[in-house]
């Protein structure tokens, strides 16, 4: 009896300590489907004061009753990921300076993680508000050596998950060139004499490592904003050949991917000196989207099952963005 109440007095003060600490103890519902919405007139600006009663949601073609609804002005849990890996090293003082600008433009409630990863992977400040904390973690960043990218995506989504029901999203800088990836790219592609022969030998969709972010991201509801560097652009390569443009078509597709199934966008770096205003484009990007969070009606249950997604706006013509769907698990 003395060790249950022990255990017991334990637990409960493990509970207030995470509320004493802002912790969120709450789980999202593992069959909740939850979408961050942006909405534009035609002319492309947001939208940002609609209502819950704007909205209908659309699960392959069923109405599906919207169970919460949080507005655009609504904080995040975000992740910062800084990839610190060798090709980034001749302009990591830029990166820094860009990043600096992200963190000036989010909310004062937006919760902050900056993780960085090269062939490791190192939180560099776990979720704050303290702007200096962040500003901190930016300024040591560094290293060197190898990519590990999707494993830096699975990590950043484990510490997105205790972070509860807020609202998530992650915002990475990177070539989106994986070493793990790039080497089985490579072997695919070994055999072709052509760039279209290449470029066809991969599959990148059906990357294990992608899918497994895929799948983590649907549950959780996280938006991925990929900022794609010049540096892995397949069409400025400076000696191509037909494995290696396979190589870099494949990871600025799989760059794609990630954006269009989680409702973020892709933004393509076209010049260093462009790095601060697109992190403050992204910046600006959060604080537009609505969340929406509903049960499928449905009951089928068949895992691997793909569902579409539509989101209307009774508020006509405005365009509302989201994702595509998900694959039920």
């Not at 659309?58 to 904080?75: C, K, L, M, N």
């Not at 860009?98 to 190192?122: C, E, G, H, T, Y």
């Amino acid at each position: 009896m003395l060790l249950l109440s022990l255990c017991l007095l334990a637990s409960l003060a493990s509970v207030a300590r995470a509320q004493d600490q802002g912790e969120e103890v709450l789980r999202v519902e593992s069959n909740l489907v939850q979408l961050n919405v942006g909405v534009v007139d035609q002319q492309g600006r947001a939208v940002t004061t609609l209502a819950r009663d704007d909205f209908a949601v659309y699960e392959d073609g069923v109405r599906q009753p919207i169970q919460t609804f949080e507005p655009a002005s609504a904080p995040f849990s975000l992740v910062l990921l800084l990839d610190v890996s060798g090709s980034t090293m001749s302009f990591r003082p830029s990166l820094k300076q860009a990043a600096m600008r992200f963190i000036d433009a989010l909310s004062p409630d937006d919760r902050v993680a900056v993780i960085s990863f090269n062939q490791k992977v190192q939180t560099l400040a776990g979720f704050t508000t303290d702007r200096r904390k962040i500003a901190y973690a930016i300024d040591i960043a560094d290293g060197r050596g190898e990519t590990q990218f999707y494993k830096a995506l699975n990590y950043s989504l484990e510490q997105l998950a205790k972070e509860g029901k807020r609202r998530k999203a992650i915002v990475v800088m990177t070539d989106g060139i994986d070493t793990q990836m790039r080497n089985a790219d490579r072997a695919s592609a070994a055999h072709a004499q052509t760039n279209e022969e290449a470029i066809a030998s991969i599959k990148p969709d059906a990357s294990p490592q992608l899918n497994s972010v895929l799948n983590a991201a649907d549950r959780q509801g996280v938006t991925i904003f990929p900022l794609a560097l010049p540096s892995g652009d397949p069409k400025r390569l400076p000696l191509p050949d037909p494995t290696i443009t396979a190589i870099y078509t494949s990871a600025r597709t799989r760059l794609q991917t990630l954006a269009d199934r989680t409702g973020g966008n892709l933004n393509e770096i076209r010049r260093l000196d462009e790095l601060a205003r697109l992190y403050a484009e992204v910046a600006a990007s959060l604080r537009t989207l609505y969340t929406i969070v509903y049960k499928p009606s449905s009951t089928e249950a068949q895992s691997g099952k793909w569902h579409t997604i539509r989101v209307e706006v009774a508020r006509q013509p405005l365009i509302a963005k989201t994702k595509t769907g998900y694959y039920s698990h």
